[in-house]
Every structure is written in structure tokens, then in C-alpha cells.
């Protein structure tokens, strides 16, 4: 039995014809008669394996999802990439070009992964990182927030969160036992030591009483 179908619901996008897919089997954590995401054609995804393709989540050109990977959410995979093992690409993440996604790899948020970039192993891009050209991400590496890994950079550890332009100084603040990075000019406006008046039993902030005497002599 065929492990799935292409129904007859479609979209278009760039021009080409997407199908929904509906499972014909149970297997993994899909059932029998569960609709699926949208392929191009067959070739985009292994009938062998639990690999699958669900919510909104598109996967068109010569892109292949095989073994126990997961597309999901309104992610797209085009082009010539793979994903494939157990690696996960979900919410608006990107993956094409001739990019790989495998092992226990996870690629989410707003990420993209291009060119003939790589992320394996248990490596997470997230967030708004992009990983492009020959760069590889492995290990147990971490790219988040607005970093960019492209060139022939290979990554196997560490959190990777942003980007230095033109050797920009970055700066620090302490704030309450943790330090704020920021770069460029900054302004920190300090707090101004609150002078309490009694009044009666009554205790008041000086300025706010001041600021409402002036108020009523206004009126």
C-alpha cells in the first residue's frame, strides 16, 4: 500500500502546482486519512521511513524529504535541498538551494538555510539567522537572533546570536547582576532619589505633591 496520496486540492506557487497530500497508511505519529502539507510531485517526498510533510508547510522543485524528517507549520523546502533523518524544519524557516538538513537538526522560526549550506548533527537555527554559502552547522551549535553564518565557516559548538559590522565596538551594562551587550550610542537615564514629605500619618512623594499645588493654583 502506498503510504500516501496526492489529493486533488492544490495551490500555486511561483507559478508552479502544489498537491496536498493525504495519508494512506498509518505510521510514526501520522494516521490513515490525515491531510498533509503540499508537495510538487512524489519526488519531493520518500514513501519509505516516517518523513512527512504537514500544516502548511510546501515543498517543491528537486527539494526530498526521506527517513523521519519533519516539515511542518509554513515552512518551505525548494530548490535541491534535503532534509532527511530525523532533522525538523518548521515554522517559517526556509531551507533551499542546494542546502542539507539531517541528523537531529532542527530549523525554525523566521530561519534560512541556502546555498550549500549545512546544519546536521543537533545543531538549531532559529529566529532570524541565516546559514548560506558552504557553511556547516553541526554538533550541538546554536545560531539564533540576527546572526548570518555564510563563506566556508564550519561551526560544531557554541550560540551564535548575532552579528559585529566593521569591527564595531560592543558595549556592556550592568543591570541588576546581568550585563546588557548593546553597540553604537547609547543614553541611560538614572533614577532620581525620591524625597518623601509627612503629612500627618501620611507619607508623600515631594515632587507628585508639588506637581498637584501647582495644578490647583493653575485652576
Known sequence: MAKYSLTKKSIEVYG???FQIKAEMSFGNVSK?????YIEKEDNLSKEGDAWVSGNAQVSG??????NAWVYGN???SGNAWVYGDAWVSGNAWVYGNARVYGDARVYGDARVYGDAWVYGDAWVSGNAWVSGNAWVSGNAQVSGNARVSGKIKIS???FFGMRYNK???KYKENEGVELIYKGEAKFEEDEPIEIIQIGDQKYNKQEVEKALKDIKAL
Open 16 to 18: 508552479k502546482k502544489l
Open 33 to 37: 486519512g490525515d491531510l498533509g502539507g
Open 62 to 67: 528537486n527539494a526530498w524529504v526521506s527517513g
Open 75 to 77: 515552512a518551505w523546502v
Open 157 to 159: 559548538l557554541g550560540y
Open 168 to 170: 564595531e565596538e560592543i
